[in-house]
């Protein structure tokens, strides 16, 4: 959620019109939430699916490796607190993609199996989003 007043600062707001959803980080959120916050408004919340606390596999027998993308209200974590794999071999919904665990360990054996490296919430910032999105799915 968003808020923006008048003069830019943010303000608490419960108003559903700042929602913003998507299905995947590096396509659809990160770029919408730094559009955002150059506009001058603050993110008071963002969740994003925690493949820590999910079952999940990634079907390795099919010709494009993607990450499922489950839905439910307990599938998701704050996003500021999340351990994030990337530049793997793992596409999520629209091609390469940040992939968020709550445990460090689970993504670091995540990025070690599917030839990537970890990050941290507050390493992703535009730079690395434009690269990610310029990387051709395989």
Do not use: C
């Amino acid at each position: 959620m968003y808020t923006r007043n008048p003069e830019g600062a943010a303000e608490e707001s419960e108003d559903a019109a700042h929602l913003a959803w998507f299905h995947t980080l590096a396509h659809g959120l990160f770029p919408y939430h730094f559009d955002m916050v150059d506009d001058g408004a603050e993110a008071t919340a963002i969740y994003v699916t925690d493949y820590s606390g999910v079952d999940w596999e990634v079907p390795e027998e099919a010709e494009r490796k993607k990450m499922p993308a489950p839905t439910a209200p307990d599938t998701f974590a704050a996003a500021t607190g999340l351990t994030y794999a990337v530049e793997t071999d793992v596409m999520g919904g629209m091609g390469p993609d940040l992939i968020p665990f709550s445990e460090t360990e689970e993504a670091e054996t995540f990025a070690d199996e599917h030839g990537g490296r970890t990050i941290e919430y507050d390493d992703i910032d535009r730079s690395l989003v434009e690269g990610i999105q310029m990387t051709e799915m395989e």
